[in-house]
C-alpha cells in the first residue's frame, strides 16, 4: 500500500505549491504596476505651469531705441518737427540710455549730401542737449537700391522688457481626453496678451525687479499735518474752490 500512495502525493504537493508560487507571482506583478508612477510629458500642456507669470514670464533685457529722420535730394537742414524729435531724443538717451548713439548716415544714395549737412545739424542739437561727442558714434548706410533714399537713423541701447511670443495653441480647445483638459486647467495662451501688454506700458523695466528708492518726505507739509494730529483736528486738505465745479445740489 505504501509503494503505490507515495507516486499519488507527490504530483498534488508540487501542484499545490506551483499553483500558490503563481498566485504570490501574480500578486507582486499587481503591486508593481499599481506602484508605477512615471511623469506624462506628452505635451506642452502637461507640462506647463498654472500660474500664467510663470507660463509667461516678463523678460527684462536690452533693446535698442531708432528715431528715423527722412532727408530729401535737395534739402540738407532739419524741419521744426525732426529738430523737436532729435532733442526728446537727446532727452531720453540721458535718461535710458545703457551705450552710446550710432547713428547711420546715408552713403552712395542720391540724398547722401544732403544727409551729411542734416548730420551737422543732428550733432549740433545734441551737443547742445548735454551728448558729449565722444558717446557719438557714425557709420555709413548703404542700401542694397542706391536709388531708394535711406533716412538718418539715431540708435542707442535700453533697457526694455517682453512677454511671449503671444498666439501659440499647442492643444486644441475642444473637449479631449488630455489631462489638463479632464482637470479644467489653463490654455497656454491665457494671459499672455495681459502680460505683453503690461511689460510694454512699464516706462523703467528695473520696476518689475526691484522698488525705487525713498524721495525726501516734504519737511513743511508733514509738520502742518503732525500739529492738526495732535490738535485733534482733521488732517485733509480742504480745497476752498471744489464747490464750484459743481452744477447740481443733489447729494447735499
Not at 504596476?33 to 506647463?48: E, F, L
Amino acid at each position: 500500500m505504501t509503494r503505490f500512495a507515495l507516486p499519488i502525493l507527490r504530483p498534488v504537493r508540487w501542484r499545490r505549491r506551483s499553483a500558490a508560487a503563481l498566485l504570490v507571482a501574480s500578486v507582486a506583478l499587481a503591486v508593481s504596476a499599481c506602484q508605477h508612477s512615471d511623469p506624462v510629458t506628452t505635451g506642452i500642456t502637461n507640462t506647463a505651469p498654472t500660474d500664467y507669470r510663470q507660463r509667461h514670464p516678463i523678460a527684462v533685457k536690452e533693446g535698442q531705441r531708432t528715431v528715423e529722420l527722412f532727408v530729401g535730394r535737395s534739402r540738407g537742414g532739419l524741419s521744426a518737427a525732426q529738430q523737436a524729435d532729435v532733442a526728446a531724443f537727446a532727452h531720453a538717451w540721458r535718461r535710458e540710455a545703457t551705450g552710446g548713439i550710432i547713428i547711420d548716415v546715408p552713403a552712395g544714395t542720391e540724398n547722401a549730401h544732403a544727409a551729411q549737412e542734416a548730420l551737422a545739424e543732428v550733432r549740433s542739437i545734441l551737443a547742445g542737449s548735454g551728448v558729449p561727442a565722444s558717446a557719438i558714434v557714425t557709420r555709413p548706410h548703404r542700401p542694397v537700391d542706391p536709388r531708394i533714399l535711406a533716412n538718418l537713423k539715431l540708435n542707442y541701447p535700453k533697457m526694455t522688457a517682453s512677454a511671449g511670443p503671444c498666439g501659440l495653441w499647442p492643444d486644441d480647445l475642444g473637449a479631449s481626453w488630455d489631462r489638463r483638459q479632464l482637470e479644467n486647467g489653463p490654455y497656454w495662451n491665457l494671459g499672455c496678451a495681459t502680460q505683453r501688454n503690461f511689460s510694454a506700458m512699464v516706462e523703467n523695466p528695473a520696476d518689475l525687479v526691484q522698488p525705487r528708492g525713498d524721495t525726501p518726505v516734504m519737511a513743511g507739509r508733514r509738520s502742518v499735518v503732525l500739529d492738526k494730529y495732535r490738535r485733534g483736528e482733521p488732517t485733509v486738505t480742504i480745497n476752498p474752490d471744489a464747490e464750484k465745479a459743481k452744477i447740481t445740489e443733489i447729494g447735499k
